[in-house]
């Protein structure tokens, strides 16, 4: 990872520390990359049991991290599919 490491999440501060601070439990569903961007889709459980849908993208510089969006459905637990396929 970049020391200079860019966050796009509003929650989530810039940097090592800031990444490395967020320790939820994922289970990855699928990652994809296109030339130097990266896309890791996901489940996220917090410790609080709130579980989201996640799409992480990231942007490598030289190899490393160097900037990060997401993209979350946030309480997904709360969700009841009238078509009875799996939201993952």
């Not at 994922?26 to 849908?53: E, H, P, R």
Request: proline letters at 2%; one cysteine or more.
């Amino acid at each position: 990872m970049k020391d200079n490491y860019l966050q796009h999440n509003p929650t989530v501060k810039n940097g090592k520390a800031g990444f490395l601070k967020m320790q939820p439990q994922i289970d990855i569903i699928n990652i994809s990359a296109d030339q130097n961007m990266v896309y890791v889709f996901f489940k996220c459980t917090l410790v609080t049991g709130q579980i989201n849908k996640v799409c992480n993208i990231y942007r490598l510089e030289a190899g490393k991290l160097a900037e990060h969006w997401d993209v979350i459905e946030h309480n997904v637990e709360n969700i009841h599919s009238i078509n009875n396929n799996s939201i993952f």
